[in-house]
């Protein structure tokens, strides 16, 4: 007999479905009525195929990621029931036969071509390959474009992720410098608040958002619904001299609410932020470790920080100017190694007040940087950006500031 787990709820043929597993030699071990309920017999039954179906409640692309490498098939009653469950990472997915019977007799022989391993986990790689429709691509399942601005064209935009180490470098404020920089030459440009510590990008800028833009962002991508349309809109307009656009997707409410955002719907988030702007900078907490519960059942606390900085296509650094702060930066390349790794690095020397031969010899001594940018100390225009809720453009104009942040865009836009 073939064991599998049935989660069908919703569905108008699942008893007809649960009766005539055993005619065709499936076991049904657990008949799950919710996602919930599905973790936790997916739990039990650690290996044992899952077969769902898109009307089971509170199905998501995360749960789906949780089930690991187990065997997931999706059982659609429609067209509609395929393009979800395909979006939500199920593969592969069949329709329904005219008969229960020959449904479940396409299950079984999908489950009987997949053999389970020696080891403890159900090989992915030996799952059936489904003939993919008119212009997927090779291997993949033939899923629906997101709708885009730029659909024409298959350019994606650039993202930056801006880290630094515990201590207040100066990470939000060097985020926002770079981001109006580039909004002013021209380009489209999307600051996203990703810092699950201390997020203040909103409340520095004066702000207002009804609900957390990124968290509602996950939430659609968790649903299989982000689009560019609604992700765009989720975002808030910033006023920017030149011709470019600049526009803020707000972080959590809450540090206690980082739960929100998974790893599996912060990269769909990047994914299509990608494509409706030309540049993306993401602004992401100090804390790099991945010390969370290994397995697909944990969270990572850290999720929006490590998802951010490994998608990005350039990475700024930042840190203070001051022997404290190159020694905190020199232990955070410690914890954070990856930071260093796969793509370029800007670093900031921010509120630097000297040459800082020492203290560029300290930190660069520890990884491989590119390029080393100094950002002068003008506390007077900082203290007046906070005060006012306005850009460093709007109250500083011809402050020392201005330059520099230009130059850490220029460098992240070029490495």
């Avoid at 298959?154 to 515990?166: C, D, F, S």
């Avoid at 993401?282 to 804390?287: P, Q």
């Avoid at 519960?293 to 650094?317: E, F, K, T």
Wanted: proline share 6%.
């Amino acid at each position: 007999m073939t064991r599998v787990i049935l989660a069908l709820a919703g569905l108008p043929e699942e008893v007809d479905l649960l009766k005539a597993a055993g005619a065709v030699g499936i076991e049904v071990v657990r008949r799950c009525v919710d996602a919930a309920d599905l973790l936790g017999a997916a739990a039990a039954a650690e290996d044992c195929p899952v077969v769902t179906s898109s009307t089971l409640p509170r199905l998501s692309s995360e749960l789906v990621a949780r089930l690991g490498d187990r065997l997931v098939i999706g059982l659609a009653g429609d067209r509609l029931g395929r393009e979800r469950l395909e979006r939500w990472g199920v593969d592969p997915v069949i329709e329904a036969s005219p008969t229960p019977q020959a449904t479940m007799q396409q299950v079984g022989d999908i489950c009987r071509s997949v053999p389970a391993p020696a080891g403890s986990r159900r090989a992915a790689a030996g799952r059936p390959v489904l003939e993919p429709g008119p212009g997927a691509a090779p291997g993949k399942p033939d899923r629906p474009e997101t709708p885009s601005p730029r659909a024409s064209s298959t350019h994606l935009g650039r993202m930056i992720a801006v880290w630094g180490p515990a201590g207040a470098p100066g990470r939000t404020s060097v985020a926002l410098g770079v981001a109006e920089s580039l909004a002013e030459s021209g380009r489209r440009v999307c600051l996203v608040d990703a810092d699950t510590y201390g997020p203040s990008v909103a409340m520095t800028l004066g702000l207002v958002e009804q609900s957390s833009g990124l968290t509602v962002a996950c939430r659609q991508a968790d649903a299989g619904r982000l689009t560019a349309t609604t992700l765009a809109s989720l975002t808030m307009s910033v006023p920017v001299r030149g011709a470019g656009q600049w526009r803020v997707l707000g972080g959590i409410d809450r540090a206690d609410r980082w739960s929100d955002l998974s790893s599996v719907a912060l990269e769909r988030v990047w994914e299509v932020a990608r494509t409706v702007f030309d540049v993306v900078i993401v602004d992401v907490g100090f804390c790099v470790e991945g010390d969370d519960a290994a397995g697909p059942w944990g969270r990572q606390r850290n999720a929006a920080a490590l998802s951010a900085i490994a998608a990005s296509d350039h990475r700024v650094v930042v840190a203070e100017g001051t022997g404290l702060g190159a020694a905190r930066l020199v232990s955070a390349w410690q914890i954070g190694p990856q930071m260093l790794h796969g793509v370029d690095v800007t670093l900031v020397r921010n509120r630097a007040h000297d040459s800082g031969a020492d203290w560029r010899q300290a930190v660069t001594s520890g990884g491989p940087v590119d390029r080393v940018v100094d950002v002068p100390e003008d506390s007077r225009v900082m203290r007046a950006v906070w005060r006012e809720g306005q850009p460093v453009g709007k109250v500083g104009r011809r402050s020392r500031l201005r330059r520099a942040f230009a130059e850490v865009g220029h460098a992240a836009m070029s490495g």
